[in-house]
């Protein structure tokens, strides 16, 4: 067999070397001393400068650091090493790239304070404190009555110093906003419009997107905006008369959005054809199943003959071969003691110290003595043999070093190597920790001089690293150690296989494991080292240390004196053949024995059977698993191709990280990447490995540079590797972490950037390239008919899912107010029959009673109120009048004025004084809308109404007539009016739904009143009862609450505006405790509000005599899914105060009902079941474990309310569904609202809302279709009538639903699973635009964390939903609106962001 010819470089390249390690010489000096000694070697190129020839090469900084330690600058980054260096590499990346033609791309938004990178002397770990929780449930709950659009007066404007000319969020160019819009003229310089295009091209030639249509992810999404817009721009508060040129594009995006261009152009990126067809799919008809990966057809397939195992040479025959390392040690230490072991040189290479055979020996049994028979504890020995010692010496102290390792083996002690340590928080520090517990390693040996530089503690002791145990630190400095006695000799035993050493490897993923080497594998190393390189005794070996790797030396010449083979990497290790790549294998007795304390993995690495194609063993020797990749190559040499820990396997082929850091680095010939720092790895996302590179960049690098690059590394990896990167992250220069010897911590990096913690400043993230394993988008199968599905049902044994509420004409309740027809003649009556009972009582913030209101109060009240009205007004019988009040007694005193007077009445909520711009066009909005003749509210609120402030945001000559009923004459109404039917109109309920709708529904007396009713039964509602509301007072069971039951029930209700909790976040639940309240209402802002505003003063509250141990029901009115987390937060959390487990509940009602469902305090508890989510996109329900993979918990909304009727009916097909099916919910009782007034811009959707009737089955009753997703489902509890309980599940509404892939999300578990992706991420919403998701979401931490959330956000909503996230927005806390009852306002917010009213910390065009 022939073998590679060992050369052995002059001593002077290695010093050069050495200088450029430690940063003593510049790369261009290195290179030019390099050139030099090579002269020799290489032929010169004629004409060429060898200093130049390595011009495209790696780039090095020539700046050193200044304030780092001695220790620190022995760990100094150098340039990377050989191995990423080749011209040719170079000349192909550059030549791939030349191909490559340059288009248009939208560049990532960000503000200035995210463009400043720190420098490397002042970088530091950034500030991860966030605000207070007080702070953010204020900041929370400020936006049920301001906006979030306003500008933030301490917040820079956006910065663009990239593309000099353009737009803040450097786009570009202007495009329109609907597909296939033309590019308007770019107003940029042709660089600036090149390197904010490059991109583009990669992704027309990056074809791995797993469909060849555009991302299908809104399908039918531009039809829906079509009708949609007009009512987001009215709500939004845009007045009839206004200027909306604006808002004239095709779909409704502002011309000017910035935003809105970017977004057409990522789409217009997506749209280019991708290059693998659509590959086959299982398709269950129940659940979405990833693809199946199949076999790349392009992959090469290895075509050569099976290799032979290599036999290396036998060790040849030495007569006075020392039996062992420490006999070779004694022998010439005392043969030959002045003879020079070992010198230490400086960097400039002079010897500095020279340590002599006589001087190792001599000290290492004074240190095997003191270790063996000076360190006691409690006055028995610390150590005895077979322990395990760490030994703790920087790299530039090879004698100490070598004196504790010889000291160790002669007391029979086990010597450690580890680093030094310095920092508690060193990268891998934590893993060594538990490697040195594992090993059972007690004590330390260390220098003096590296003691004194370890971290201390205030006790001056060395500190206890993160996950290290307990040591003791011992300094094997002269004046420590005791002189050994005469009588004491060490035994120096033949080499056995016993173990002489333990060297630790770091695993890819991070974990570190101790491999064992036992002292006849070291002197068997030594043989083989001495043999192959023809030592004999006086020569000199220059060996330049680069840190304790004791690999290096086992395996250096280990093809010289073994048996090596080639072996497949997964699975049973077959021999590969001659053209195939494995992972190499070697047989010798110099190898490392096992990993320490783990059998397991042990028997798979050092006990490998190579066996061949047939399966039959190639040796009865075992082989070790080196870890290595490579081949065998013509005349038998053993090729290193890479290492088994940079393997990468995406799609079924595999990479090699070094490989692609190979390719990164010979991109740019500008240096961009600092000092060559690169890292390679892959994440598992989706089932698949995903490529992350991350890049240190320059400190000078503009963000035009860092964009440049970015695209062209894109461009080379999927050219020379076809593949795509996954992710591509650009950190501050010297801030990844690094191991001991200054490269780049791998694993370490892996691990901050799965955690969020890596803080980069530039981010790319290229999903919809990489991921090509989604499910099939669904394909909606035919229509079933209604009767085929009742058929089906029955067959199935399944009924049809309907329930309903107690029957109200057989409850008896002794109930006077039922002879009323008209809420009118209830307070006539009650003023009458009990003129002093009190009616209403209305908090302050300090808690303290600011009005009240009694029968014969309120009844005056609302006359002097009518005469008001009809005489200063001039106002007829069905004339609208628009009630502008905060929350308080004067709102319904002035309701029950107007039904006096025959008007009907609208509420309102004023505009906000410091927010007039946004709040007071919705106010002008209503006015107009519901055609009010009138408006009454406070002197103070009409001064705002007419102010000049006023008259910049709507006209206010416009305003009809306003009375202000501050001070109204005590004037006696001639005749109360009487409506001629219970079916006449009693008031409008105008309301903004979550998607952005306004809409009036018309309430009649007689549903007014049957919904009195329905709520009196069901909470049994006495006159001598209180209640405690927390709510808003201007729509949907809040304004029934408030305005309407205790007038017919005659309680007392405690009203408690939400407002207040603002400035004291205790008021609502120390008003229940104080009045003993039984029943309480609240909406999901207050209960959140709470939560977060109290969560630490339950102690404080229970010293202030807070007691919830009265309260029986406390109900969260919503017209949503119940939010179970909160829920339950909030009940764990005060049930400390008394607060029953089982007393919160939620409610449910919605336009068409105001309250369908509602706990009450008779029935059973709210039950809950838990669903596959995946079964829910798919419309269907499928009840699961709880804690099963997918599981999503559903609580039943409340008990259906006495007279109501629920059933579920098909979206499509309007025919009635089975039992547990989901559909929409549709209702029929005596209180639905009879129909719309208006609904603003979409009057013919909703025609049949409340007109509703089933295809199939019961074709005669009529209802109202409430819009909302649910389910019924028959419980094994029982009724209050004896009956099984029917439980209503709401699942979502069907508006705010997202139609991607074919299938059905719903917002609210998209924005859940991203809210757990990251600590800091304090709110979510979700929106989709022109075929993109768009993921919004709130910051509160450092905004250096704010690009951490791009990777996050998109993992997760990859990995639980299977969707790819087109766009990341990080605002700050508070950005997302909410409505009064809590709920998000996604379509407020779309409209903002397209706007580019944000003001976002980074947006992410994910490609």
């Keep these: 067999m022939n073998h590679p010819l060992m050369v052995l470089l002059p001593s002077a390249f290695v010093l050069v070397e050495l200088e450029i390690s430690l940063g003593d010489i510049t790369q261009k000096g290195y290179e030019k001393k390099r050139a030099k000694l090579l002269a020799r070697y290489i032929p010169l190129i004629q004409g060429v400068d060898p200093c130049l020839q390595a011009e495209n090469r790696v780039p090095g900084s020539s700046q050193a650091t200044t304030a780092l330690s001695k220790q620190q600058k022995s760990r100094s980054t150098n340039s990377r090493d050989e191995r990423f260096r080749s011209d040719v590499h170079t000349e192909a990346v550059q030549a791939a790239l030349a191909k490559y033609k340059e288009r248009r791309m939208p560049m990532p938004s960000k503000r200035r304070s995210v463009l400043v990178h720190s420098s490397v002397e002042t970088y530091t770990p950034p500030d991860t404190s966030s605000a207070s929780e007080d702070e953010g449930s204020l900041r929370r709950q400020g936006r049920i009555t301001s906006t979030p659009f306003q500008s933030h007066s301490n917040v820079e404007p956006w910065l663009n110093r990239v593309i000099q000319g353009s737009s803040t969020s450097s786009s570009a160019s202007s495009t329109s906003s609907h597909p296939g819009g033309k590019p308007a003229a770019a107003s940029n310089t042709a660089t600036a419009t090149a390197a904010a295009t490059v991109l583009a091209d990669l992704?027309?030639?990056?074809?791995?997107?797993?469909?060849?249509?555009?991302?299908?992810?809104?399908?039918?999404?531009?039809?829906?905006?079509?009708?949609?817009?007009?009512?987001?721009?009215?709500?939004?508060?845009?007045?009839?008369?206004?200027?909306?040129?604006?808002?004239?594009?095709?779909?409704?995006?502002?011309?000017?959005?910035?935003?809105?261009?970017?977004?057409?152009?990522?789409?217009?990126?997506?749209?280019?054809?991708?290059?693998?067809?659509?590959?086959?799919?299982?398709?269950?008809?129940?659940?979405?199943?990833?693809?199946?990966?199949?076999?790349?057809?392009?992959?090469?397939?290895?075509?050569?003959?099976?290799?032979?195992?290599?036999?290396?040479?036998?060790?040849?025959?030495?007569?006075?071969?020392?039996?062992?390392?420490?006999?070779?040690?004694?022998?010439?230490?005392?043969?030959?003691?002045?003879?020079?072991?070992?010198?230490?040189?400086?960097?400039?290479?002079?010897?500095?110290?020279?340590?002599?055979?006589?001087?190792?020996?001599s000290r290492s049994l004074k240190l095997a003595y003191t270790l063996l028979n000076k360190l006691t504890t409690k006055n028995e020995p610390l150590l005895k043999p077979g322990d395990r010692v760490a030994l703790v010496f920087p790299n530039s102290d090879p004698v100490m070093f070598m004196v504790a390792f010889y000291g160790c083996l002669l007391a029979e002690l086990i010597p450690v190597p580890i680093e030094v340590p310095l920092t508690r928080k060193d990268a891998g520090s934590q893993q060594i920790g538990f490697l040195l517990g594992s090993c059972g390693v007690t004590l330390a040996l260390t220098t003096d001089a590296c003691q004194k530089g370890l971290p201390k503690a205030q006790t001056g002791e060395v500190v206890t690293f993160k996950g290290w145990p307990r040591l003791i630190w011992f300094v094997i400095d002269g004046k420590h150690l005791a002189k050994p006695t005469k009588d004491w000799h060490p035994q120096v035993r033949d080499a056995s296989a016993e173990i002489a050493y333990i060297e630790y490897k770091t695993s890819k993923e991070g974990s570190t494991v101790g491999i064992t080497i036992s002292h006849a594998s070291m002197l068997a190393h030594c043989h083989a080292l001495t043999q192959a390189c023809g030592y004999s005794e006086g020569k000199s070996l220059l060996v330049l240390f680069k840190g304790l790797d004791f690999s290096i030396f086992i395996n250096l010449l280990v093809s010289a004196v073994a048996n090596v083979c080639v072996v497949k990497v997964d699975g049973t290790p077959y021999l590969c053949k001659a053209d195939e790549v494995g992972e190499i294998c070697v047989n010798s007795s110099a190898t490392g024995m096992a990993y320490f304390g783990l059998l397991g993995i042990t028997k798979n690495v050092f006990e490998a059977i190579p066996v061949t194609a047939a399966g039959v063993p190639v040796s009865d020797?075992?082989?070790?698993?080196?870890?290595?990749?490579?081949?065998?190559?013509?005349?038998?040499?053993?090729?290193?191709?890479?290492?088994?820990?940079?393997?990468?396997?995406?799609?079924?082929?595999?990479?090699?990280?070094?490989?692609?850091?190979?390719?990164?680095?010979?991109?740019?010939?500008?240096?961009?990447?600092?000092?060559?720092?690169?890292?390679?790895?892959?994440?598992?996302?989706?089932?698949?490995?995903?490529?992350?590179?991350?890049?240190?960049?320059?400190?000078?690098?503009?963000?035009?540079?860092?964009?440049?690059?970015?695209?062209?590394?894109?461009?080379?990896?999927?050219?020379?590797?076809?593949?795509?990167?996954?992710?591509?992250?650009?950190?501050?220069?010297?801030?990844?972490?690094?191991?001991?010897?200054?490269?780049?911590?791998?694993?370490?990096?892996?691990?901050?950037?799965?955690?969020?913690?890596?803080?980069?400043?530039?981010?790319?993230?290229?999903?919809?390239?990489?991921?090509?394993?989604?499910?099939?988008?669904?394909?909606?199968?035919?229509?079933?008919?209604?009767?085929?599905?009742?058929?089906?049902?029955?067959?199935?044994?399944?009924?049809?899912?309907?329930?309903?509420?107690?029957?109200?004409?057989?409850?008896?309740?002794?109930?006077?107010?039922?002879?009323?027809?008209?809420?009118?003649?209830?307070?006539?009556?009650?003023?009458?029959?009990?003129?002093?009972?009190?009616?209403?009582?209305?908090?302050?913030?300090?808690?303290?009673?600011?009005?009240?209101?009694?029968?014969?109060?309120?009844?005056?009240?609302?006359?002097?109120?009518?005469?008001?009205?009809?005489?200063?007004?001039?106002?007829?019988?069905?004339?609208?009048?628009?009630?502008?009040?905060?929350?308080?007694?004067?709102?319904?005193?002035?309701?029950?004025?107007?039904?006096?007077?025959?008007?009907?009445?609208?509420?309102?909520?004023?505009?906000?004084?410091?927010?007039?711009?946004?709040?007071?066009?919705?106010?002008?909005?209503?006015?107009?809308?519901?055609?009010?003749?009138c408006i009454l509210t406070t002197q103070a609120i009409m001064k705002l109404l007419k102010s000049k402030e006023a008259a910049t945001a709507v006209d206010i000559k416009t305003w009809p007539t306003i009375l202000d009923t501050d001070d109204m004459p005590k004037k006696k109404l001639a005749s109360i009016f009487r409506p001629a039917s219970p079916d006449m109109l009693a008031y409008l309920d105008f309301s903004v739904s979550t998607t952005g709708i306004l809409a009036g529904v018309k309430m009649s007396h007689a549903a007014t009143s049957?919904?009195?009713?329905?709520?009196?039964?069901?909470?049994?509602?006495?006159?001598?009862?209180?209640?405690?509301?927390?709510?808003?007072?201007?729509?949907?069971?809040?304004?029934?609450?408030?305005?309407?039951?205790?007038?017919?029930?005659?309680?007392?209700?405690?009203?408690?505006?939400?407002?207040?909790?603002?400035?004291?976040?205790?008021?609502?639940?120390?008003?229940?405790?104080?009045?003993?309240?039984?029943?309480?209402?609240?909406?999901?802002?207050?209960?959140?509000?709470?939560?977060?505003?109290?969560?630490?003063?339950?102690?404080?509250?229970?010293?202030?005599?807070?007691?919830?141990?009265?309260?029986?029901?406390?109900?969260?009115?919503?017209?949503?899914?119940?939010?179970?987390?909160?829920?339950?937060?909030?009940?764990?959390?005060?049930?400390?105060?008394?607060?029953?487990?089982?007393?919160?509940?939620?409610?449910?009602?919605?336009?068409?009902?105001?309250?369908?469902?509602?706990?009450?305090?008779?029935?059973?508890?709210?039950?809950?079941?838990?669903?596959?989510?995946?079964?829910?996109?798919?419309?269907?329900?499928?009840?699961?474990?709880?804690?099963?993979?997918?599981?999503?918990?559903?609580?039943?909304?409340?008990?259906?309310?006495?007279?109501?009727?629920?059933?579920?009916?098909?979206?499509?097909?309007?025919?009635?569904?089975?039992?547990?099916?989901?559909?929409?919910?549709?209702?029929?009782?005596?209180?639905?609202?009879?129909?719309?007034?208006?609904?603003?811009?979409?009057?013919?959707?909703?025609?049949?809302?409340?007109?509703?009737?089933?295809?199939?089955?019961?074709?005669?009753?009529?209802?109202?279709?409430?819009?909302?997703?649910?389910?019924?489902?028959?419980?094994?509890?029982?009724?209050?009538?004896?009956?099984?309980?029917?439980?209503?599940?709401?699942?979502?509404?069907?508006d705010e639903t997202l139609e991607l892939r074919g299938m059905r999300y719903h917002p609210i578990d998209i924005e859940t699973s991203v809210i757990r992706a990251h600590k800091s991420i304090a709110e979510c919403a979700v929106f989709t635009w022109t075929n993109l998701l768009v993921v919004v979401v709130e910051l509160e931490g450092s905004e250096q964390e704010a690009l951490d959330l791009v990777a996050l956000v998109t993992n997760v909503v990859l990995e639980e939903h299977y969707l790819i996230v087109g766009v990341v927005v990080i605002v700050d806390p508070g950005v997302i609106p909410i409505n009064s009852r809590g709920e998000k306002q996604r379509m407020h917010l779309r409209d903002g962001f397209l706007a580019d009213q944000l003001d976002p910390i980074y947006v992410a065009y994910n490609m």
């Design 203 to 361: 992704m027309a030639h990056t074809q791995l997107d797993n469909h060849s249509a555009p991302p299908d992810v809104t399908t039918g999404l531009v039809e829906h905006l079509h009708h949609e817009r007009p009512q987001v721009a009215s709500v939004r508060g845009v007045p009839r008369g206004y200027n909306s040129s604006v808002l004239e594009t095709a779909d409704g995006v502002p011309v000017n959005s910035r935003v809105s261009s970017k977004i057409q152009q990522l789409l217009n990126t997506l749209k280019r054809p991708k290059r693998p067809p659509l590959k086959e799919f299982f398709v269950d008809d129940f659940e979405e199943l990833l693809e199946v990966q199949q076999p790349d057809p392009n992959q090469p397939k290895p075509e050569g003959n099976q290799i032979n195992v290599l036999k290396g040479e036998p060790l040849g025959v030495v007569t006075n071969w020392p039996p062992s390392l420490l006999a070779a040690l004694q022998r010439w230490g005392i043969t030959q003691p002045k003879a020079p072991c070992l010198t230490a040189l400086d960097t400039t290479g002079k010897a500095i110290y020279t340590l002599t055979y006589g001087k190792l020996w």
């Design 621 to 933: 020797q075992p082989f070790t698993r080196t870890g290595l990749l490579g081949f065998v190559g013509p005349d038998y040499l053993v090729f290193v191709v890479g290492k088994l820990d940079g393997l990468m396997t995406v799609s079924g082929r595999r990479h090699n990280a070094d490989d692609v850091v190979a390719t990164a680095l010979a991109v740019e010939p500008m240096k961009f990447v600092y000092r060559g720092r690169i890292a390679v790895f892959s994440v598992t996302v989706l089932h698949d490995d995903r490529i992350v590179l991350v890049a240190e960049q320059r400190p000078d690098a503009s963000e035009e540079d860092s964009f440049q690059w970015m695209s062209r590394v894109l461009q080379a990896i999927d050219s020379i590797h076809q593949v795509g990167v996954y992710c591509l992250a650009l950190v501050p220069a010297n801030t990844l972490p690094k191991t001991p010897l200054g490269g780049i911590h791998i694993s370490e990096t892996k691990q901050r950037f799965l955690e969020g913690a890596l803080h980069p400043c530039n981010v790319l993230m290229c999903p919809h390239t990489c991921v090509t394993n989604l499910p099939k988008p669904r394909q909606k199968q035919p229509d079933v008919g209604p009767a085929s599905m009742i058929v089906g049902n029955l067959v199935a044994g399944k009924r049809i899912a309907q329930a309903s509420g107690r029957d109200v004409a057989q409850l008896e309740d002794n109930d006077q107010a039922r002879k009323f027809l008209y809420l009118a003649d209830v307070l006539q009556w009650r003023a009458q029959t009990t003129p002093d009972h009190p009616l209403f009582l209305l908090l302050n913030s300090k808690g303290t009673v600011a009005s009240t209101a009694s029968c014969i109060q309120l009844h005056k009240r609302a006359e002097r109120v009518a005469v008001a009205l009809m005489e200063k007004g001039r106002l007829n019988v069905g004339d609208h009048v628009a009630l502008v009040y905060p929350p308080g007694v004067d709102l319904i005193a002035t309701f029950y004025g107007c039904l006096y007077a025959g008007c009907i009445p609208i509420t309102v909520r004023p505009p906000h004084p410091q927010n007039l711009a946004t709040t007071l066009p919705t106010v002008k909005m209503i006015v107009e809308v519901s055609k009010s003749a």
């Design 1010 to 1294: 049957a919904l009195c009713r329905s709520i009196k039964l069901q909470c049994e509602l006495y006159p001598s009862r209180q209640i405690a509301i927390c709510l808003d007072p201007y729509c949907g069971l809040g304004f029934a609450l408030w305005c309407l039951c205790s007038v017919y029930s005659g309680h007392q209700s405690i009203l408690v505006p939400p407002l207040e909790l603002e400035s004291n976040v205790s008021l609502w639940l120390s008003a229940v405790s104080q009045y003993k309240v039984r029943v309480t209402f609240c909406s999901y802002s207050v209960m959140e509000m709470c939560t977060k505003g109290l969560g630490t003063q339950t102690d404080i509250l229970r010293v202030k005599g807070v007691n919830l141990s009265c309260v029986r029901t406390c109900m969260v009115v919503a017209e949503e899914r119940p939010r179970i987390t909160l829920t339950q937060s909030f009940s764990k959390l005060f049930k400390d105060l008394g607060l029953s487990a089982r007393a919160v509940s939620t409610t449910f009602g919605c336009r068409v009902n105001v309250a369908i469902c509602l706990q009450g305090t008779a029935g059973p508890d709210p039950t809950t079941v838990y669903v596959d989510m995946r079964a829910l996109r798919h419309d269907r329900v499928r009840l699961v474990e709880r804690g099963s993979p997918h599981s999503l918990p559903l609580m039943e909304s409340g008990k259906i309310l006495p007279g109501v009727k629920v059933i579920i009916a098909h979206t499509e097909t309007k025919g009635p569904l089975g039992d547990s099916h989901l559909g929409e919910i549709w209702v029929s009782s005596p209180h639905n609202s009879t129909g719309y007034y208006t609904v603003y811009g979409e009057e013919a959707l909703h025609a049949d809302h409340f007109t509703a009737r089933l295809s199939f089955g019961d074709t005669q009753t009529i209802w109202a279709r409430t819009g909302y997703l649910g389910f019924l489902r028959r419980t094994e509890l029982t009724d209050a009538s004896g009956e099984r309980h029917d439980a209503l599940y709401v699942v979502g509404s069907l």
